[in-house]
């Protein structure tokens, strides 16, 4: 029975520096903050950004940092009340907008994830991670057509990127992921063929995507492609996916 794995994702941390004239100590503690983050020390860095707004609780860079840090640490309620404050003192701020939807997404609050892609992409139309995350959340809630419009603008966005994968995949724009993504909405709306062209995509992109092979393995057993589904499904067990193992036992085992 196939299992539909949509990629994992963290936050992004897009971070802002000083918005306004700051004292030299602030900028300091600020940027060792964002060094810790650098270094994923999460903890660390909630602590200078503590710091700064010990001295100065009214400055909205510690608390869109501080947000992300947390975010990071899985604190998500705390994560919430900061990119709640910087909101609502700069309401137009799309990237706050962006990482409290991500926020919101792993709390499985996806309606409020939506709610607040749909902004960052007002702000920012050019926003692919938005449209990515979006279908993601709506994916979750069953809305497979409008998942399936969001990949759909996500990918046409990218094709206009000249950037290479490893790049793309730290600034959250893998077009695998995307691909792999539209595949499991068109495995879900029983679009089989459309799927496996889109996991063969993904395994062109990144040869090393286990998920890719298997739910292409799962695709191919439900267009009677046996021996076919057979040899994906070995290549995801060999890349370590335990669902893989399971899967060929059961459908291939003796």
Same mark, same amino acid.
């Given at each position: 029975m196939l299992s539909l794995q949509l990629m994992k994702?963290?936050?992004?941390?897009?971070?802002?520096?000083?918005?306004?004239?700051?004292?030299?100590?602030?900028?300091?503690?600020?940027k060792r903050g964002l060094e810790y983050m650098k270094q994923n020390r999460y903890e660390q860095a909630v602590a200078?950004?503590?710091?700064?707004?010990? !001295?100065?609780?009214?400055? *909205?860079?510690?608390?869109?940092?501080? %947000?992300? @840090? &947390?975010a990071n640490t899985q604190q998500y309620k705390k994560a919430l009340e900061d990119f709640n404050y910087v909101l609502a003192h700069y309401p137009d701020h799309a990237d706050a907008y962006f990482n409290r939807g991500i926020v919101y997404e792993?709390?499985?609050?996806?309606?409020?994830?939506i709610q607040d892609y749909t902004e960052t992409i007002r702000l920012r139309p050019g926003f692919i991670q938005a449209y990515h995350y979006r279908g993601i959340?709506?994916?979750?809630?069953?809305?497979?057509?409008?998942?399936?419009?969001?990949?759909?603008?996500?990918? !046409?966005?990218?094709?206009? *990127?000249?950037?290479?994968?490893?790049? %793309?995949? @730290? &600034?959250?724009?893998?077009?695998?992921a995307l691909y792999f993504n539209r595949?499991?909405?068109?495995?879900?709306?029983?679009?089989?063929?459309?799927?496996?062209?889109?996991?063969t995509e993904t395994i062109r992109i990144d040869p090393s995507s286990a998920k890719a092979y298997y739910n292409r393995?799962?695709?191919?057993?439900?267009?009677?492609?046996?021996?076919?589904?057979?040899?994906?499904?070995?290549i995801a067990s060999r890349l370590g996916y335990e669902p893989a193992k399971q899967a060929l036992a059961k459908y291939f085992g003796d």
């Open positions: 994702y963290a936050i992004v941390p897009i971070l802002i520096m000083c918005l306004t004239a700051c004292h030299v100590k602030t900028k300091q503690a600020n200078e950004f503590n710091d700064i707004l010990q !001295e100065d609780a009214y400055w *909205l860079p510690a608390y869109y940092n501080r %947000a992300i @840090a &947390l792993n709390l499985g609050l996806y309606a409020n994830a959340a709506r994916f979750r809630m069953l809305d497979l057509d409008g998942a399936l419009q969001d990949y759909n603008r996500a990918l !046409e966005l990218g094709r206009n *990127l000249q950037i290479d994968l490893s790049a %793309a995949k @730290a &600034l959250g724009l893998n077009s695998s595949g499991a909405v068109f495995q879900k709306k029983g679009d089989y063929e459309s799927a496996i062209a889109d996991y393995g799962i695709a191919k057993l439900s267009l009677s492609q046996g021996q076919e589904a057979a040899s994906d499904l070995e």
